[in-house]
Each structure stands twice: as C-alpha cells, then as structure tokens.
C-alpha cells in the first residue's frame, strides 16, 4: 500500500517536469508562431492543431518530405520524443 501511496504521490511531479520540458523545448517555436503557438502574423498558427498533425508535421521537416525555408533546419535537431512533447504542448494551448 505504501508503495502505491507513493507512486501516485510522485505522479503530479512527473508530469510537471514533462510540462516544464515541454515548455522548454516549446519556446524557440514561440519566436515565429507566437506565444503559445498562436501566430499573429503570416507564420502559420499551431496552438490548437491535433498532437498527431503536429507530430506528423515535424517529422516529415526533420525527414525533408515536407518543403520547407527553416523547419527542416529547426526539425532535425528533435528526437522523436522530443517531437512528441512539442506536438503534446501545442495541442493543448
């Protein structure tokens, strides 16, 4: 019982670091989409969009299927569970 107490415990935290990672990898995104990916200009707006479009999205940048002038560049540089919680983070903006 113990042991279940403090897994459930130590649950909150763990997302919260996730979160903070998240946010983290999030922010240069924020310099051409916008705070919180909502672009007020002609970069398109990415708070919002599925994580699976996002995640997708990235992917096809980082593999150079999908044309892009800097998201390819900025694409690469992401594992793909680093991927994955930027996609997390802006579906939930």
Do not use: N, W
């Amino acid at each position: 019982m113990l042991l279940l107490s403090a897994s459930l415990a130590s649950a909150p935290a763990v997302q919260a670091e996730e979160l903070s990672r998240a946010a983290l990898l999030s922010a240069s995104c924020e310099g051409c989409h916008g705070t919180g990916g909502r672009s007020p200009g002609a970069i398109p707006a990415i708070a919002g969009k599925s994580a699976d479009y996002l995640r997708e999205a990235l992917e096809s940048f980082r593999a150079g299927e999908r044309e892009a002038t800097v998201m390819g560049r900025h694409a690469t540089g992401y594992s793909d569970e680093e991927i994955r919680q930027i996609a997390e983070y802006f579906s939930k903006q």
